[in-house]
Structure formats: C-alpha cells, structure tokens
C-alpha cells in the first residue's frame, strides 16, 4: 500500500480486556516497529521486527504485551488484562534503508 | 542512555513571526537525527534527516541545522498551517530504533 495502515483507529475497553492493534506495513519493508504515545509527550519504543523475527523487545512494559508478524508482513500488538495506564496511542512504523520511516495515524486505545 | 530533549515545550507565535525549536540530545554515536512534524489524531509526518555536524536541510519556510549536541528547527515566516508538534528524533549508531523527544507544541495565530 502507499502507506502504512493502522487499525482500529480508536478502540475503547473494559479494565481487564484483551485487545489487539493490528498494522500493514508498507509492501516491502523490512523492519516494523511499535511505539507507545501517552497524551502530550513523543513516543516511547515497544518493539521492533525484521520479517518475521522479532529484535528487540525491550520496550514492552509487562508481560500483558505481546506483539508478532508471523508472515513478515502484518504485525499484531496484543494488551492482555488492559489497565488504565495502558490508555495511549498505538503507532506503528516501517522502515526501509533508502525511505526511512513512516509511520501509520496510530490506535488510540481508552480503558474504562 | 540515549536522550532527547527539546525546548521550549509549546510555542505561540503570530503569523510573520520567526522563531526556533531546540532539540538537545546525548547519544553515545549519531547515526542520523530526525524531525517530525505531528498534527493532532495523525501520526508523525518525515520532515527532514540529518547526519553530520554542519549539515542544513530547508523545505519551504523550514530549516534544520545540526550540531554536535543539538539541532534547530527554524521557522521563518510561519502560517497558521504550520501549527502542530514538531518531534525530534535521535538514531543512534548500532540501533534501528528512534529515539524521540517530548517534542514542541507550536500555534502560529492569524
């Protein structure tokens, strides 16, 4: 695609629901990364992919967060049992060596 | 640890304006530093790389320059379409992840 999607656009759920973030990278990016965007600050690392292999994970900020790319394209960030501080936006980004990185309009996840 | 610090946190100018964003940062090597420019319920938008001390880089009414431990964004002439949050970003050498400032909230009023 032109540029990297994000979906849902906003999603609200219940303390202690699952929910699952999904991105489409653009068509031939290597490297996918997740970040977290409180209100009012830059975003924060989660984790980042190349194809399917996950690098670097040293971000996530507990065990509720898992992320996977199982086919080296499409990426799912997972929240196991939300809580409140996990309200944020979710953004997504890939990156090639000669365009950089683009990122998507990102999640905004709101735990009630 | 690597860090990005950017001043001041928000900015209101009139339109015609000029003015600067500082982004200060430690990194143990730089292999490139980044502006972002980020409208509201949008993610952040390429503006500019830099990669070494001495480098400019312009798009229409926007500068960049870079130091040894900052960089500016200059603005000369805003609009009022050039209101949004402007985020720096640091890549350090050996990594592949970005690491962001706070960024600058700017309003350029009519």
């Known amino acids: 695609g032109a540029g990297v999607s994000q979906s849902p656009r906003y999603k609200v759920a219940k303390r202690g629901q699952d929910v699952a973030l999904r991105c489409d990278p653009i068509s031939g990016h290597v490297s996918l990364f997740w970040y977290q965007q409180a209100l009012g600050q830059g975003p924060e690392f989660l984790t980042y992919?190349?194809?399917?292999?996950?690098?670097?994970k040293s971000g996530l900020p507990s065990d509720r967060f898992f992320a996977e790319r199982p086919e080296g394209s499409v990426s799912t960030l997972k929240i196991q049992r939300t809580q409140q501080e996990d309200s944020a936006v979710y953004l997504c980004?890939?990156?090639?060596?000669?365009?950089?990185?683009?990122f998507g309009s990102g999640t905004r996840l709101t735990v009630v | 640890e690597d860090q990005v610090t950017q001043s001041p946190e928000a900015l209101r100018l009139q339109e015609g304006e000029s003015s600067s964003l500082n982004c200060s940062y430690t990194v143990s090597g730089l292999r490139g530093l980044f502006w972002y420019r980020q409208d509201p319920g949008k993610g952040p938008e390429f503006l500019f790389t830099?990669?070494?001390a001495g480098e400019e880089k312009e798009k229409e009414r926007l500068k960049a320059t870079l130091t040894k431990k900052e960089s500016f964004l200059h603005i000369t002439a805003p609009k009022p379409e050039d209101s949004a949050t402007y985020l720096c970003?640091?890549?350090?050498?050996?990594?592949?992840?970005?690491?962001f400032g706070q960024g600058t909230r700017l309003t350029i009023n009519p």
């Open positions: 992919f190349q194809n399917e292999a996950q690098l670097d």
């Open positions: 970003a640091v890549l350090p050498q050996g990594a592949q992840k970005l690491v």
């Open positions: 980004a890939s990156s090639s060596p000669n365009y950089g990185y683009t």
């Open positions: 830099l990669y070494s």
